[in-house]
């Protein structure tokens, strides 16, 4: 009897949990045809961990907290404001990147159909290309974490690194794409326009950054800050090294046919557009309206006479970090802006110019 009873409990919460999930189903499927809940969103700004957030909620708000089941404990709210400008903090590094925009992306509190998603975040930077605190707005996300890799004291001969793409014979060979997450190529008209939008805007400085600048010997590294356009790699291994840094931008023409530039380093952006590309699967976002900009707050590898160590355990003795997060904002609000205000003119995607 026992038994029997048991089992009928067991065959009614199967039953619930099957009516449950009918009814999400059910729910979802609503959604899809004609968007009947969820809240508006215009522009979906994308932080990973809280300075990156609060200089926006700093200047736009006031904000009206949603919390999202499946965000980071860390970041459990979505804040959105007025303009139906929200602002949104992943957590960083690839896991908590990706796992938190699934969650932002199917739930049913927002519709994010229309909606314009801007990946901002602090990076090292490539001294080649830019400085500590230029923005850099990217049309490839190329993951640098995708490699083989021999220990560099047993590099073959003929190498000039220990890292090769995953199924190759040789450091200079394109992999196969197994992964389907190893480069993306973003809306180039998207990137454009926001780059247009910005690039005359002041931006901000530091003694600090200037003095750590001024030990490079080579523009740009050791000129003010400015908005440019240049590619990111995402790999949750922080890097420090000329030779890995070279291997960086090697990574980057590898892994875009020669068409990306390598000049910011960061962790997440791979992970955050891959779990927008499967909410674009069940259409739920739109992947051409997805800009990412990065800032630089560190150099990527010394100056001359510098160790890499040394670049690396102080990084923050560059000053780079409130440049960066500052730069941040006055590079990517104009394109938030722009959007938000002339709605009309951006709903149904980049306008013509």
Known sequence: ????????????????????????????????????????????????????????????????????????????????????????????????????????????????????????????????????????????????????????????????????????????????????????????????????LSRNVVLTDSTQAQSARAKFGYAPANQPPAVIQCDTLAGDTWFSGTDIGQRARDWMKIMTDGNGTYCTTQQEDNATYEALTRAANAHRVDLSRVADLRAGSDFDRPYAGQTSADNLLNYAAQGGFTVALSNLYLTGNPLVQAIATHWSEWRDGVPQH
């Open 1 to 196: 009897m026992l038994t029997r009873t048991i089992m009928s409990i067991g065959a009614i919460a199967l039953t619930a949990c099957a009516a449950t999930a009918s009814n999400a189903q059910d729910n979802d499927s609503s959604f899809a045809e004609n968007g009947s809940h969820g809240r508006h969103v215009k522009v979906m700004i994308i932080s990973m961990f809280a300075p990156e957030g609060q200089v926006w909620l700093d200047k736009l708000g006031p904000w009206e907290s949603i919390p999202v089941a499946g965000l980071s404990p860390d970041y459990p709210d979505v804040h959105c404001n007025k303009q139906d400008i929200c602002v949104m903090t992943t957590g960083m590094g690839h896991a908590n990147a990706a796992a938190s925009t699934m969650a932002l992306a199917f739930s049913p509190r927002f519709d994010l159909r229309h909606t314009y998603f801007l990946i901002a975040g602090i990076a090292g930077i490539d001294p080649q290309q830019g400085t500590i605190g230029s923005a850099a707005w990217a049309k490839y996300l190329v993951d640098f974490g995708i490699q083989w890799e021999l220990d560099g004291r047993e590099i073959p001969p003929g190498w000039n690194t220990g890292y090769l793409g995953i199924n190759t014979t040789s450091p200079t060979q394109k992999p196969p794409l197994d992964y389907k997450t190893e480069v993306f190529q973003l809306n180039t008209k998207l990137a454009d326009a926001a780059y247009a």
